[in-house]
Antibody
Framework: EVQLVESGGGLVRPGGSLSLSCVISGFSVSDNYVSWVRQAPGKGLEWVSMIYSGGTSLYADSVKGRFTISKDNSKNTVYLDVYSLKPEDTAVYYC??????????????WGQGALVAVSS | SYVLTQPPSVSVAPGKTATVTCEGHTVGRTTVHWYQQKPGQAPLLVIFDDSDRPSGIAERFSGSNSGDMATLTISRVEAGDEADYYCQVWDSDTDHYVFGTGTKVTVL
C-alpha cells in the first residue's frame, strides 16, 4: 500500500520560510516522480513543483526562485523548502506520486496535506 | 500559460447524467486526467488517459477528449458523487502540469 505523509506546515510571517516533508512508503522515490500540489482556501488545485527520479526538478512560475524541492532517497522522503513567503502562498500543500506510462503521467496517490498559513 | 476552463458548478438530479466540461486550446491533442475531491479530502483520480478508469472507480464515470473540449460524464448520479472535479494535463510547451479551474457537482 502506498502512503504519503506530509509534515512541517504551520503559521509563518510574510517573508518567512518553512520546510515541508513528505515521507513515502510503498514505492521508492529513487525510481519515481513526486510533485507538490497546493490548494488555497476555497480555491482550486495548483501544481507547484516536481522532482524526477534522477533529481531534476520543475517549478510553477508563481514559486520559481522561492521554493526548492529535494529528496533523500535513503529516507524515501521528498522536501519542499519555501522561502520569501507571501500571503497568497497560504494553502494546503499535498505531495502526490506520479504514475507514468508511454510518457504520460498523472497523480495517482496523494498525501493528506499540510497547511501553510502566511500572516502577520 | 495554458488555461483549462471548467464551469464553476453543475447541478444534477439523482439517477440523471452529469456532464463536466474542460475547455482548452486544442486540448484534444493532449491527454486529460480527471480528479474528484470531496470536502476535507485529498483529490482522487477517477479518469486517466482521457477515458480510462482506475480500479475501484465505478463504470458510471467515463471521459472523452476531442478538439478544444474534454468531458467527464457521470451516469446514474448518486448522492456520493457530490464533489469538486478537476481536469488536468501536462503542458509540454512550458513543462508544467496544469489543472482546470474546477467544477462543483451538486446532487439535487
Amino acid at each position: 500500500e502506498v502512503q504519503l505523509v506530509e509534515s512541517g506546515g504551520g503559521l509563518v510571517r510574510p517573508g518567512g520560510s518553512l520546510s515541508l516533508s513528505c515521507v513515502i512508503s510503498g514505492f521508492s522515490v529513487s525510481d519515481n516522480y513526486v510533485s507538490w500540489v497546493r490548494q488555497a482556501p476555497g480555491k482550486g488545485l495548483e501544481w507547484v513543483s516536481m522532482i524526477y527520479s534522477g533529481g531534476t526538478s520543475l517549478y510553477a512560475d508563481s514559486v520559481k526562485g522561492r521554493f526548492t524541492i529535494s529528496k533523500d532517497n535513503s529516507k524515501n522522503t521528498v522536501y519542499l523548502d519555501v522561502y520569501s513567503l507571501k500571503p497568497e502562498d497560504t494553502a494546503v500543500y499535498y505531495c502526490a506520486s506520479h504514475y507514468c506510462s508511454r510518457g504520460i503521467c498523472f497523480f495517482d496517490d496523494w498525501g493528506q496535506g499540510a497547511l501553510v498559513a502566511v500572516s502577520s | 500559460s495554458y488555461v483549462l476552463t471548467q464551469p464553476p458548478s453543475v447541478s444534477v438530479a439523482p439517477g440523471k447524467t452529469a456532464t463536466v466540461t474542460c475547455e482548452g486550446h486544442t486540448v484534444g491533442r493532449t491527454t486529460v486526467h480527471w480528479y474528484q475531491q470531496k470536502p476535507g479530502q485529498a483529490p482522487l483520480l477517477v479518469i486517466f488517459d482521457d477515458s480510462d478508469r482506475p480500479s475501484g472507480i465505478a463504470e458510471r464515470f467515463s471521459g472523452s477528449n476531442s478538439g478544444d473540449m474534454a468531458t467527464l460524464t457521470i451516469s446514474r448520479v448518486e448522492a456520493g458523487d457530490e464533489a469538486d472535479y478537476y481536469c488536468q494535463v501536462w503542458d509540454s510547451d512550458t513543462d508544467h502540469y496544469v489543472f482546470g479551474t474546477g467544477t462543483k457537482v451538486t446532487v439535487l
